[in-house]
């Protein structure tokens, strides 16, 4: 009995196919997705690509979305996702998202809509004007959806995403107390490393993002990352390689962090035996960009030709990658569709499937009919 109640541990996370994934995403959330996968750590996984919300600010650019649906799915797969453990879905087939975005619509305020971090954010980086789509000043309650349409309880992601899962538990919290209990409150999981929550780009910029273009690729070759990696921005100040330097905001630092390199001091010959080695002697001076930034390009590649290997055999079968999200998408579908049906009866407008309401209100209209026949049944005894 006590197993029948009990909620399953459901994760959901996802990413938007408009671009291949990139050491921000991997920090940020994939490598917690894949630890937390072989620690069998939930019930239920779940993890999607979110085409229908990257087109909220591509509309206009279907090839976009539509390649890099591949693109990511292969991504996740060369970064160890096991699609027998975790539903690999794509989010424009699973309709009964679209579903509950209607509903909840009508339980978020336009003003609490605009007030969310995270979409002013981005509307500051896309530079809409006047022309912001509905569907992209939305797109919180399409991933309030998203969440909730799997009864998900976890969602690793970056920083960036906090206010919408936040907005995801106001949602969950409005719904349950104007209908009926169905939706537990999301809770977001950062990644314990405070600099893997949000990773700089490679010019310095707060944020790695595939829409500002300043990413280093999973996908990316080993010359390209040595390239991308010898031109980064680093701390201004250290001009020479006897000038003190800052570690501190210093993205090859970060990076250095976030990859969490002191295994690769023994592989590599830095002469330092740790991270922090290292930053001292660059803020003492005495230790060039250039050493550091081989250092680095090292790090991520020791660290990413596995994936590129794997990405490489699964590239060779593309048609297998679209069967695993064909078959992801029609579990995930399936899980949906019963939570769905559930928000309806919770609201009551489970009109077909609901046999009791059914009986409920054939009876009230018998009763109204003889009622009625009964008054003109009387009206007629008294001739009138
Ligand atoms: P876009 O610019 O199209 O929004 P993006 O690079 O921001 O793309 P998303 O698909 O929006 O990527 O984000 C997917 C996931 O990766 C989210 O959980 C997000 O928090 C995380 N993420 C994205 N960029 C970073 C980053 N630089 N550092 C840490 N996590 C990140
Ligand atoms: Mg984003």
Not at 205 to 220: P, Q
Not at 280 to 287: I, Q
Not at 330 to 351: C, H, P, Q, T, V
Request: aromatic share 10%; net charge negative; charged share 30%.
């Amino acid at each position: 009995m006590e197993d029948e109640k009990k909620i399953p541990s459901v994760m959901l996370t996802g990413d938007r196919p408009t671009g291949k994934l990139h050491i921000g995403h991997y920090v940020g959330s994939l490598r917690e997705r894949v630890a937390l996968q072989n620690e069998g750590a939930f019930d239920e996984m779940y993890i999607m690509i979110a085409d229908t919300q990257a087109l909220t600010d591509n509309a206009g650019n279907i090839q976009k979305v539509r390649d890099n649906v591949i693109e990511v799915a292969l991504d996740y797969l060369a970064a160890g996702i096991d699609p027998t453990k975790v539903t690999l879905f794509v989010q424009s087939r699973v309709p009964e998202l679209f579903e509950l975005t209607c509903y909840f619509m009508d339980l978020v305020t336009y003003s609490r809509l605009v007030r969310n971090p995270t979409v002013k954010s981005e509307l500051a980086v896309r530079e809409f004007g006047e022309s912001i789509p509905v569907g992209f000043l939305t797109y919180p309650i399409s991933q309030a959806a998203d969440i909730l349409a799997f009864g998900a309880t976890v969602i690793p992601a970056g920083e960036d995403q906090a206010p919408m899962i936040e907005q995801a538990a106001e949602i969950a919290h409005k719904f349950n107390v104007t209908y009926k209990e169905v939706f537990p409150e999301p809770k977001i999981l950062l990644p314990k490393n405070a600099v893997c929550r949000r990773l700089p780009g490679t010019d310095g910029k707060l944020k790695m993002s595939k829409s500002v273009g300043n990413c280093i690729y999973l996908s990316d070759d080993a010359k390209t990352v040595e390239k991308k990696v010898m031109s980064m921005f680093t701390d201004p100040t250290h001009l020479r390689p006897e000038d003190p330097g800052h570690t501190e905001g210093n993205p090859v630092f970060q990076y250095l962090e976030a990859f969490g390199c002191d295994e690769h001091f023994q592989k590599y010959d830095t002469g330092f035996a740790s991270l922090t080695e290292m930053e001292e002697k660059y803020r003492a001076g005495g230790l060039g960009d250039v050493a550091v930034k081989k250092f680095l390009a090292f790090v991520l590649n020791d660290t990413l030709e596995p994936m590129r290997i794997k990405r490489r055999d699964y590239e060779s079968r593309i048609a297998d990658v679209y069967a695993i999200l064909e078959e992801g998408s029609r579990k995930a579908e399936e899980k949906a569709r019963s939570i769905a049906l559930r928000a309806r009866r919770a609201m009551g407008i489970d009109y077909f499937e609901n046999k009791k309401f059914i009986e409920k209100q054939q009876k009230a209209f018998k009763r109204a009919h003889e009622q009625a026949d009964a008054y003109a049944a009387y009206l007629a005894k008294q001739g009138k």
